[in-house]
């Protein structure tokens, strides 16, 4: 067999060289594999000069991408290949988000694509997917399933978004290359590019190329064999420097590329696979939920230590496992399918006494996808070697298909739902002022003489949660006269700093014609005078609008872990609260501090913080309905 490694070969002769050594389809040994390019990021990232919102730039992969083995931090090798990004596109707007896992091969990133890669509303630019280092001893045809899974999953998606495969300089992949011989996970891999047309940069082919010309050891590019150290880095961000500059020097296509779906490799893709909540599955008394993670992966986790107790998941799809916290006291597991006996589920693993992990498990694989499944798991009566315990912590359960439950909201109104909702939760602790409403008395009037009243809400998704507590209903419950209208005028990431410019006040308020409106949300950026700005823009047409400014909540702060916070406002202080209050003031409009009760609740709740947000900044269903009853409370008869 041919090989092919490169040498003082040009840049354009790279993918010829692959072809002409292997035949279109076949693993290649050079270091870059330029096939459709990045024509798509390029084009983004140039027009994000001068778009409103950046584009998204996400690494996607393993302990390399998560900057393993790197001294610090802006020597991994995505650090690198960033600041590559904008030294050549200067003017470039990109957000990178790292959401790479150590030990995280295809298999579990084909369930985390939809929610980490997907659910997102920055437009996406480029993905960069290196699972094959972590891939090394998985069956072929599970891993190409998984890969086939996350790239059909994001095109699905994205049709548009650019994808790009690093193959990490793992020890076994070096020598391998060395011999003139592709890694079974490299060929994989290379095989699913070949597929779709996607980039691809081999890094153990340049380290090969590199430790052959004397210009560096096999033992320098990695301690433990598998993550990359300095060097190993600087060889990663090498490569993929490599392919960024031909594909800068490209043509760009006429328009956007629209990428197909061709049909796939594998049998079956995992285009289904996804995280499911452990609140999706019955929990028998003994499994505690809504509890704190020991690792801040997991928003809040279900926990139990003790035999006999069943989490029960009914599922219709091809494979089924579990998402935990993994750590120096966790236990094993028994598990059962379909009605099956209890099988033996080990856990625990000698990694776990160096501190917790996100770990997966995998409970069973090439199931009927569609029949109907029910897995039951209990927690092993033995406490395994070497373990403090025998905790199982489970954040979420992995479905390639679809979960089966019973919608508990199914035929509720949506007054009931919020009700149903917050009914489990602890109750709010929060009085109010009592000299409230004085900036807000024809509000004040319409809730309680009626007929209607408008209110528009202004700011950014903070406030798009707080409208999606439905408070409103709350306040119909309590004003029955009133019917309350609620128009929401949201921009993610979006404050009055841009909502004060080009005649933006118009279609977001005045359009509406609101009698309240409210101004709130996490993106100020503290500019307290482009506030002011909306607020008089906005009153200079409606010289009778009554306008409410609502203080900060959610967001990535949290409030059990700062010293200085307080429950109450300081008039006289410098944090933006305190200003907001003073501008309120200023202004002759009513607030509300959402901070205070909201921070309060959270410092005194017995549940995880995570357990009532959906993601690290936003506000799930319980997290709204906080938000919702301050409303509620706030605007409550006195």
Not at 459 to 466: F, L
Request: charged fraction near 25%; include cysteine.
């Amino acid at each position: 067999m041919k090989t092919g490694l490169m040498i003082s070969v040009g840049l354009g002769s790279w993918v010829w060289l692959a072809q002409a050594a292997w035949g279109v389809g076949g693993p290649s040994l050079d270091v870059v594999n330029v096939r459709g390019g990045l024509p798509n990021m390029s084009r983004m990232l140039v027009d994000s000069a001068t778009a409103e919102q950046p584009v998204r730039i996400m690494y996607f992969g393993g302990g390399a991408t998560k900057g393993e083995g790197a001294s610090k931090g802006e020597l991994c090798y995505r650090a690198q290949v960033s600041r590559e990004l904008r030294n050549l596109y200067p003017k470039c707007k990109f957000a990178e988000l790292d959401k790479s896992l150590v030990r995280s091969g295809s298999w579990l990133g084909a369930f985390r694509t939809e929610t980490e890669i997907n659910q997102h509303y920055l437009p996406l630019a480029l993905v960069v997917i290196e699972f094959a280092a972590d891939d090394l001893g998985a069956p072929e045809d599970r891993v190409t399933a998984a890969l086939e899974g996350i790239v059909r999953q994001i095109r699905g998606r994205h049709k548009q978004a650019d994808l790009l495969f690093v193959y990490a300089p793992r020890k076994e992949f070096v020598d391998a290359v060395a011999k003139g011989e592709a890694p079974d996970p490299v060929r994989w891999h290379e095989a699913v590019a070949e597929r779709y047309g996607i980039a691809s940069v081999n890094v153990a082919a340049l380290a090969a190329e590199k430790i052959a010309a004397g210009e560096v050891k096999a033992d320098e590019l990695s301690a433990d064999g598998l993550h990359p150290t300095d060097k190993g880095h600087a060889l990663c961000a090498e490569a993929v420097k490599r392919l960024l500059q031909e594909c800068r020097a490209a043509t760009l296509p006429d328009k956007p590329v629209d990428y197909a779906l061709p049909a796939p490799l594998s049998k079956r893709p995992m285009e289904k696979a996804r995280l499911v909540s452990y609140e999706k599955a019955v929990l028998d008394d003994g499994w505690l939920g809504w509890q704190e993670s020991p690792i801040p992966f997991f928003f809040h986790v279900v926990r139990c230590e003790q035999p006999g107790p069943v989490i029960t998941l009914r599922f219709k799809g091809a494979a089924v496992g579990y998402f935990d916290a993994l750590g120096p006291d966790s236990g094993d597991f028994e598990v059962s399918l379909d009605g099956a006996a209890w099988q033996a589920q080990r856990n625990f693993d000698t990694f776990a006494k160096a501190g917790s992990r996100p770990h997966p498990g995998l409970v069973a694989e090439n199931l009927d996808p569609t029949a109907t499944h029910e897995l039951k798991l209990r927690i092993a009566a033995h406490t395994p070697d070497g373990s403090q315990g025998r905790w199982g912590r489970i954040a979420e359960f992995l479905v390639d298909g679809d979960v089966i439950c019973d919608d508990p909201f199914r035929g509720l109104s949506a007054l009931q739902r919020i009700d149903a909702i917050y009914a489990p939760m602890e109750p709010l602790k929060y009085d109010p002022p009592a000299e409230r409403w004085q900036k807000i008395p024809k509000t004040m009037q319409k809730l309680q003489e009626g007929p209607a009243l408008t209110i528009v809400m202004l700011g950014d998704s903070i406030v798009n949660d707080t409208a999606h507590s439905s408070y409103e209903e709350l306040l119909m419950r309590l004003y029955p006269k009133c019917r309350v209208k609620k128009v929401v005028s949201v921009r993610g990431s979006t404050g009055c700093w841009w909502y004060k410019d080009e005649g933006r006040v118009k279609p977001y308020v005045l359009d509406h014609a609101p009698d309240l409106l409210m101004i709130g949300g996490i993106s100020q950026r503290n500019d307290i005078e482009s506030i002011r700005s909306v607020i008089q823009q906005a009153r200079a047409a409606l010289p009778d609008l009554e306008v409410l400014l609502m203080s900060e909540a959610f967001g990535s702060y949290d409030p059990r872990k700062d010293e200085k916070w307080t429950y109450d406002v300081d008039p006289q202080g410098d944090a933006y609260r305190s200003r907001l209050l003073r501008l309120a003031t200023e202004e002759n409009c009513e607030f509300v501090d959402m901070q205070g009760p909201w921070g309060r609740y959270i410092r005194e709740s017995t549940r995880a913080m995570g357990s009532f947000k959906r993601d690290p900044v936003h506000a799930n269903d319980r997290g709204k309905q906080i938000l919702g009853r301050i409303l509620e409370r706030f605007f409550a008869p006195k």
